[in-house]
């Protein structure tokens, strides 16, 4: 944040709202990984949605995410984002490069997001992530899936618990990072 205040401010949210995690599920089977996320946001639905929906919002969501740029070329009715995170687990540190084509989701009473990414322009051989968001009350039910094959080299021994360690990471500040983001936005 910018200044000392604001600083104050989202330390204060952040004691205040911590996302309710329900599930968090990662294992990994072979060169792939996968994440199941489920929690109670303690906003309402229609912030949520709205301060994750804008992309340009992620660095502020969380703060591995260091580029957040859109791109030409997706496909009718999806969006195209380059990100990049840096992702550090001890004293191994990489960047995890990622062009997707997002397509927002309605459904009755569900708010969600698919992505994709474009193995070609990214450092993942293969990911997929899918996002829902619903009313729980005043509150919102989050659900996150995530699948992803790094393109990179992955030690042995200590790499695919890492991978599990910063998915496991990412999704939790990630999910704090909305509830954050959506409390200050409304007031709370």
């Known amino acids: 944040m910018k200044a000392i205040a604001g600083l104050i401010l989202g330390m204060t949210c952040s004691a205040v709202h911590a996302a309710q995690i329900e599930t968090l599920h990662v294992e990994h089977s072979g060169q792939r990984y996968r994440m199941i996320l489920t929690a ?4 309402p639905l229609h912030t949520s949605f709205r301060v994750f ?6 660095p502020r969501i969380n703060d591995a995410v260091e ?3 859109h791109m030409d070329g997706a ?5 195209r984002l380059h990100t990049r995170l840096r992702i550090c687990v001890w004293f191994f540190c990489t960047h995890l490069d990622q062009v997707q084509d997002i397509r927002e989701t309605h459904e009755t ?3 969600g997001l698919d992505a994709v990414v474009l193995p070609q322009l990214s450092n993942l051989r293969y990911g ?4 829902r968001m619903r009313t729980c009350g005043a509150q919102t039910c989050l659900a996150f899936e995530a699948e992803i094959e790094p393109d ?3 030690p042995p021994i200590i790499g695919p618990w890492a991978i599990e360690h ?3 990471r990412e999704g939790l500040d990630t999910a704090a990072g909305i509830e954050r983001l959506a409390a200050q936005e409304s007031g709370s």
């Open 40 to 43: 109670r946001l303690d906003t």
């Open 53 to 58: 929906r804008d992309f340009d919002n992620l």
């Open 67 to 69: 580029l957040v740029r």
């Open 75 to 79: 496909p009718p009715g999806a969006e």
């Open 109 to 111: 009473d569900v708010r």
């Open 128 to 131: 997929v992530a899918r996002w």
């Open 152 to 154: 990179f080299w992955v």
């Open 166 to 168: 910063a998915m496991r």
